[in-house]
C-alpha cells in the first residue's frame, strides 16, 4: 500500500469507526488525511483539531488525487455517497467498513473492496487495533493484495471472506455483542443498586470460554434440567412478559444445543 | 469464627461449588475439613488426594462435633440432606450455598444460615475468592455475625440479603452467564470455522460496561432503529426457527430498553 499507491486518504463519515480509522492511520505517520461529513459539527472538527487531519463538509472541497477512499457510513447511505465521489486517479480504491453490506454498494466500479472490523468501537475507548479482526473482500485479485496489505498494518488478524460469510459474523457479533449487552440491561435491572456486583461473574463468563468450548462451559438451570428453580424465576418475573418470552426462550435454546451435543 | 466455634468444617456434596470452597478452606490452614459424598467416586477422592480433606460416602461416619457444615448439593436435596445431619453440638451452624433455595429447606433449627457465591465455577479452573460476591442470610443476628466474618476470610465483597434479593440476583446471574454462553454457542455455530475470531469483541463487550452502563454501551441495528440490517439477519437464518425468535425478541428488548432510557 505505501509504496505503490501513496499516501492520501479520504474518510467519509465521522462515527465512531471513521474516528478509530483515523486515529491509528495518523499514527501510522504516512498517511495525509481527508475527513469529509456531511455536516459542520464537532465530531468532525475534532479530526482536525485532535488528530490533524484536513476536514470538510463540503464534498466539493474533497481532494480529487486520493488513493483510497474509505466510506464509513450507516449500510443505508453507502451507495449514494459512493455515486458521488469524484476522482481523478483511475487507480483510487473505494472501500466501505461495514459487516452487513454487499461491496455492490460501492457501485459498478472495479477498484471496489470491503474492509470490516470485526469489534465494537466507542470514541471514547482505547483500541488495540493489532487484535481486531479485518475481514477483506475486493472486486479483484490485485485490490485485494493492496487491501490484504493495509489491513495486516492494522491488524495481526486478518481474513478474506465472501459476503455471506461476513455478514453470518456480522449475526454473530450482534448476538455476542448487542443481545449480550441488552441481558446485562436486563440483569442490572434485577440487581438494582447492586449492579456492580455482577461484574465479576460477568468477567468470569468470558475468561471461561477463552479456554473451554462455549457449549463445554455451560451451566445453570435449563442445562440441568432443573424445572424447580427455572418456575422460582419465571415466578419473580411474572409481569414482565418480555423478560419471561426471552427467559423461556433462551432455557429452550440452552437444551436444545446441550441435547445437540451429546446426539 | 475463628476463635469462637473452632476448626471442623463439614461439606456436603463433591460438585465444583463444594471443590471451590474446600480448595479454599484448606488454604486458610485452621480448619479441620470433612466431605460427605452420596457415592464413593473420584470427585470425592480428589478431595481426599488433592486437598488433605477426610471423605466417606456413609452417612454414619461423619463426624458429629463439627462447628459447621456446608450443604452444597441440587436445591431439590437440600431439605433432605439437611434432615439427616446429626450433631451432638448444639452450636453447629447449617448453611447452603444456593443462590434460588429459601433458608428454610434447612429445616427449623435455629441455627442454620445462607452463604451463596454468586459465580460461575469449574473445578479446572481457578477462582479468585477475593473478588467473588457472598450473598449471606442466617436465621438470628448472632448467627449472621458469624457467617459474615466466615465470608469476610473469602472475599471482600460480602453483603446480606434477604430470599428474593438473592433469588433475582440468582436470575441476574442466569442472564448474564447462563444466557449469555447460549448466545457465544450460537454465535461460534455462524462462525463455524472462525470462532476464534470473536473472542476481541467478547473481551471488550465486557470491558466497556466495567466503565459505562450497559444501558449507554448499547449499540447495533436494534439501537439503531436499522431495519434493513434486521431483515438481511433474519433472511439468512431464516429455517432456524429458534434463533429467529431469539433475535426477534432480544431486538424488541433493546427497542424497549433504549426507549424507556430516553422517556
Known amino acids: 500500500m505505501r509504496k505503490s499507491t501513496g499516501h492520501k486518504i479520504v474518510i467519509i463519515g465521522c462515527g465512531n469507526v471513521a474516528w478509530h480509522l483515523a486515529k491509528q492511520l495518523a499514527a501510522f505517520k504516512n498517511y495525509k488525511l ?14 482536525k483539531t485532535k488528530l490533524k487531519c484536513s476536514v470538510t463538509s463540503n464534498l466539493k472541497n474533497i481532494v480529487t488525487d486520493a488513493d483510497l477512499y474509505f466510506i464509513c457510513v450507516a449500510d443505508k447511505n453507502i451507495a449514494s455517497v459512493a455515486k458521488r465521489i ?27 473492496a470491503v474492509f470490516y472490523p470485526l469489534q465494537t468501537f466507542s470514541k471514547q475507548d482505547e483500541v488495540n487495533w493489532k487484535e481486531v479482526p479485518v475481514i477483506v473482500e475486493a472486486k479483484n485479485a490485485a485490490i485485494k493484495t493492496k487491501i490484504l496489505n493495509l489491513a495486516k498494518e492494522f491488524s495481526n488478524n486478518v481474513i ?11 449475526l454473530a457479533a450482534v448476538l ?8 446485562f440491561v436486563a440483569a442490572a435491572d434485577l440487581a438494582a443498586k447492586d449492579k456492580k456486583i455482577l461484574l465479576p461473574l460477568i468477567k468470569q463468563t468470558v475468561l471461561k470460554i477463552q479456554k473451554l468450548d462455549p457449549l463445554a462451559a455451560q451451566t445453570g ?5 432443573d424445572k424447580r428453580v427455572m418456575e422460582k424465576h419465571l415466578k419473580l418475573i411474572s409481569k414482565n412478559t418480555e423478560l419471561k418470552k426471552i427467559y423461556l426462550q433462551l432455557s429452550n435454546l440452552i437444551i436444545k444445543q446441550q441435547a445437540k451435543k451429546h446426539a
Open 34 to 47: 481527508f475527513v469529509y461529513n456531511h455536516k459542520a459539527n464537532s465530531l468532525l472538527n475534532d479530526f
Open 86 to 112: 469524484k476522482t481523478k486517479n483511475s487507480n483510487a480504491i473505494i472501500v466501505h467498513t461495514s459487516g452487513s453490506a454487499k461491496i455492490n454498494e460501492l457501485g459498478d466500479r472495479s477498484n471496489t
Open 160 to 170: 478474506s471472506l465472501n459476503y455471506k460469510e461476513r455478514l453470518k459474523l456480522h
Open 176 to 183: 455476542v455483542n448487542n443481545f449480550t449487552n441488552a441481558l
Open 221 to 225: 438451570p435449563a442445562r440441568r434440567g
